[in-house]
């Protein structure tokens, strides 16, 4: 059971290059979401996805872009990486059908931006 | 808004020794509490989790947290560390109808042999 899968692991990217993050759930989840974690901040949303088609903003949305064709699928695309946007990025996903449920990880992307 | 706070920052604690590690937490309803554990290079693993009911909660690897509504907390113990406990842990709080959670800033715990 590969529950929540990342790629890639660690990433180097120049200033204004773009670049697609991507996650994939084996679980059947419907919701799916992006984190970013910086040091000392703890983890902030950036975007998350109900289901397939449906996506929204979170607290931190400025620079990245999502979609969500299928239900195992959740790619995060930067377009003009910036310097801020250096970051260890984690998706989750979740099941809903039975209210608040715990969200599972995958081990993260390591992104830094030069 | 919801919001999460974990006042330690990093705490030092030798093996063997007794650990509690503080949340505090803003939300106006009930709210549903995680603590998660982030080992180095890893993402993070649900150590446990309050939606009502009993306060006290049992987690895995021998935590355990308390539900606090009075005092808005949900502080993690566990009675006696092992040198694998040294991680990151944080709490979080979701309260919204889109199950979004938000995170404390986190705690570092090192294990002193």
């Known amino acids: 059971n590969a529950g929540v899968t990342q790629t890639p692991k660690f990433r180097i990217l120049k200033i204004g290059q773009s670049m697609t993050l991507q996650c994939t759930q084996d679980m059947n989840h419907n919701y799916m979401y992006w984190y970013r974690q910086d040091p000392g901040m703890g983890l902030k949303l950036i975007y998350y996805?109900?289901?397939?088609?449906?996506?929204d903003k979170g607290e931190v949305p400025n620079g990245y872009n999502v979609s969500r064709s299928t239900t195992e699928d959740f790619p995060l695309r930067l377009e003009l990486a910036a310097p801020s946007q250096t970051s260890v990025y984690f998706c989750?996903?979740?099941?809903?059908?039975?209210?608040?449920?715990?969200?599972?990880f995958g081990d993260g992307t390591r992104l830094s931006i030069l | 808004a919801q919001s999460v706070t974990q006042p330690d920052i990093h705490i030092t604690v030798s093996e063997g020794a007794s650990l509690e590690l503080r949340c505090n937490y803003s939300?106006?309803?009930?709210?549903?509490l995680f603590w998660y554990v982030q080992s180095p290079g890893q993402g993070l693993q649900l150590l446990l989790k309050?939606?009502?009911?009993?306060?006290l909660v049992q987690g895995i690897k021998g935590f355990e947290a308390e539900f606090k509504r009075s005092q808005s907390s949900f502080n993690l113990r566990k009675p006696s560390v092992h040198w694998s406990d040294a991680a990151e842990y944080f709490c979080?709080?979701?309260?919204?109808?889109?199950?979004?959670?938000?995170f404390g800033g986190g705690t570092r715990v090192l294990v002193k042999p």
């Open positions: 989750a996903s979740s099941i809903r059908d039975r209210g608040h449920q715990p969200q599972h």
């Open positions: 309050y939606f009502s009911g009993d306060t």
């Open positions: 939300y106006g309803a009930t709210p549903y």
């Open positions: 979080a709080v979701d309260g919204a109808a889109g199950n979004k959670l938000t």
């Open positions: 996805s109900v289901g397939a088609g449906i996506t």
